[in-house]
């Protein structure tokens, strides 16, 4: 009569559908009640129809699609203590102790502080009379488990995050696609990618793209990029070639942290080159679209093994994270990849790359 609930929160990234379904039907299947949250945390906040039984049949027809069907959001009243008393309620009027938590690296330490205040939640809502002390007793202990969805693989402790290859394959046609009118008039087109404080997508692009230069936050060119830059596109145009591809991850900056824009790769390109330069920003199509192969089986695999987790967690059992290790999906501690990407962020923000890259490990 286990009670499980999985709920996608902050930015969207292909193949979350996959994994709310593999969550659901694993539980089913181990014989336990399974639940949507939607709207991320401001479901679980607000309650109601926001909190709906699944069923086998509810999540068919859902692996190929992108974004996610049960909706995510970014939720200032779940910061709150206040929020997340009204967010345990909720739970606990249905049962729900074990939560599947699909998002990045914020949503999931606001998991893992709801479970450490969630005894004294508990304590509260016993005494304001919300749920009786029988509730509470067989409530006792909240369970969550972490998947990481994010087109930005920047998470530590996981190969690969939920989202990144779509992303990448999206990436790679476009430029593909620009690379073929790129030809035909001789222009050079600078691709601006997102990744936010991560390069992983611009340098997977890159490579498989034979970009001619590209801009990431973890390697900051230095002050003098300019000159490099046009001895580079001049190098590739002597030799024969009619285009030139850069990239420019968002977050791009230079050795005194100064930002790297698009705009700024045109300038120098227009000034300097006079090659027939153009801007194109990827945005929002890099997150959109329909899962890779890849995501739908990562996502399958990583959901359900979250749900076996949870099944298997005991009161003394510290949260996971479902990671990718090589080609094994094992359970990490939440807390031990949460630290280390929040001190990779640190070490870029103080503009020690080379550890922020070391910390960040494999991926
Ligand atoms: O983290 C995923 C991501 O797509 C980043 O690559 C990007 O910087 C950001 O989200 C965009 O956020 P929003 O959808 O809120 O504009």
């Known amino acids: 009569?286990?009670?499980?609930?999985?709920?996608?929160?902050?930015?969207?990234?292909q193949g979350m559908n996959a994994a709310v379904r593999a969550c659901v039907r694993m539980a089913i299947y181990l014989g336990c009640k399974a639940y949507f949250i939607r709207e991320g945390y401001q479901g679980m906040v607000d309650g109601g129809d926001n909190i709906q039984e699944a069923n086998w049949a509810s999540v068919s027809s859902i692996i190929h699609r992108g974004g996610t069907i049960i909706g995510s959001a970014r939720c200032a009243d779940f910061r709150e203590r206040a929020g997340r008393l009204k967010a345990a309620n909720n739970l606990v009027q249905k049962g729900i102790t074990n939560l599947v938590i699909i998002g990045g690296d914020g949503s999931l330490t606001g998991a893992n502080l709801f479970r450490q205040e969630w005894s004294s939640l508990l304590d509260e809502l016993v005494k304001n009379g919300s749920i009786t002390a029988a509730q509470q007793e067989k409530n006792s202990v909240l369970h969550i488990v972490g998947l990481v969805g994010s087109i930005d693989n920047d998470f530590c402790g996981t190969d690969m995050t939920i989202g990144t290859d779509s992303a990448l394959h999206r990436i790679i046609e476009a430029i593909d696609a620009i690379s073929s009118t790129a030809y035909s008039h001789q222009r050079t087109f600078i691709m601006e990618v997102m990744g936010r404080h991560c390069g992983y997508l611009a340098i997977s692009a890159a490579i498989a793209t034979e970009a001619d230069f590209m801009f990431i936050p973890e390697e900051p060119v230095d002050v003098t990029w300019q000159d490099d830059l046009s001895i580079k596109l001049h190098q590739e145009r002597s030799a024969g070639q009619r285009l030139n591809i850069v990239i420019v991850a968002e977050g791009a900056m230079d050795r005194e942290g100064n930002p790297i824009t698009a705009e700024d790769v045109k300038k120098v390109i227009d000034e300097r080159l006079k090659?027939?330069?153009r801007i194109t920003v990827l945005g929002h199509v890099q997150r959109g679209g329909n899962p890779s192969a890849f995501d739908r089986i990562l996502a399958c695999r990583m959901g359900a093994e979250a749900t076996l987790a949870l099944m298997e967690a005991t009161k003394d059992s510290v949260p996971v994270v479902i990671s990718l290790d090589g080609n094994q999906a094992v359970r990490v501690p939440l807390m031990e990849c949460v630290e280390r990407?929040?001190?990779?962020?640190?070490?870029?923000?103080?503009?020690?790359?080379?550890?922020?890259v070391k910390l960040r490990g494999r991926s």
């Open 1 to 13: 009569d286990k009670g499980l609930a999985v709920f996608t929160s902050g930015g969207d990234s």
């Open 275 to 277: 090659h027939d330069a």
């Open 341 to 356: 990407t929040q001190a990779v962020a640190k070490a870029m923000k103080e503009k020690r790359w080379a550890d922020a």
